[in-house]
């Protein structure tokens, strides 16, 4: 699997939220049940320069990772 790290990309914002829940409302990413609830779940969002939304994944299980090279394919 691969990792952002190890694959030179560029402009790649990594996201969390403190103080501005914008991304979560609109990604719906927002876990609503559970030992977790209102906390973030683990997702991959790919847009391009226009704000279009090309990739996305929610990841099941907070401890699995992302299929990295799926969200990869879109930047290339």
């Known amino acids: 699997m691969a990792t952002i790290k190890n694959k030179g990309l560029q402009n790649v914002i990594s996201r969390s939220e403190y103080k501005d829940n914008s991304f979560s409302d609109a990604y719906g990413v927002r876990m609503t049940e559970g030992p977790l609830v209102a906390l973030l779940s683990r997702a991959v969002v790919v ?14 299980e907070i401890g699995q990772e992302p299929d990295y090279d799926a969200a990869l394919a879109y930047l290339r």
């Open 47 to 60: 847009l391009d320069t226009d704000v279009t939304v090309l990739y996305t994944e929610q990841i099941p």
